[in-house]
């Protein structure tokens, strides 16, 4: 016997960190995934739709700069209130001062967006220098 296909079931496959179409309950296309490592949800009447949402809103997310977080002491404070919940109070504690003595007096003032690996290479060698201890100084890269 042959078997018949319907060719509205075939689905296509997308890449891994694309997101997720589909059609909710009530008729409308939503749109799951990642932009800029935040979890966004678009809804929209069809699926094109829903699509030009997704891309307004990664065009949107990409070219906003980053207000309260555009230096290194800014998102290293934000970051450090949006992880104290999750940790233990030493935990917290320990990365609060190596942010604290080490991070934002050396690159506090550093626009994120002129962050760079040599910069953070630079301060490595420098605590180095300095007599930090090896394991001092990866917990330095860690928190950053």
């Given at each position: 016997m042959?078997r018949?296909?319907?060719r ?7 890449t891994?960190?694309?997101?997720q ?5 009530d ?20 699926e094109?739709?829903?699509?030009q949402?997704?891309?307004?809103r990664?065009r ?11 230096t ?8 450090l209130?949006?992880v104290?919940p ?19 007096p050396e690159?506090g003032?550093t ?9 953070v ?12 201890s ?10 950053l």
């Amino acid at each position: 016997m042959e078997r018949l296909e319907s060719r509205t079931t075939k689905k296509r496959r997308t890449t891994r960190g694309d997101g997720q179409f589909r059609q909710r309950a009530d008729g409308r296309w939503e749109w799951r995934g990642r932009i800029g490592g935040r979890r966004i949800s678009v809804y929209g009447l069809t699926e094109s739709d829903c699509r030009q949402k997704r891309d307004r809103r990664r065009r949107e997310l990409e070219l906003a700069p980053a207000q309260d977080r555009s230096t290194v002491a800014g998102l290293m404070k934000e970051w450090l209130a949006a992880v104290r919940p999750k940790l233990r109070p030493r935990t917290y504690e320990f990365y609060e001062s190596i942010a604290r003595l080490y991070i934002i007096p050396e690159l506090g003032e550093t626009r994120l967006g002129e962050l760079t690996a040599a910069r953070v290479e630079q301060l490595r060698d420098k605590k180095l220098r300095a007599g930090l201890s090896p394991s001092t100084i990866m917990h330095i890269r860690t928190v950053l």
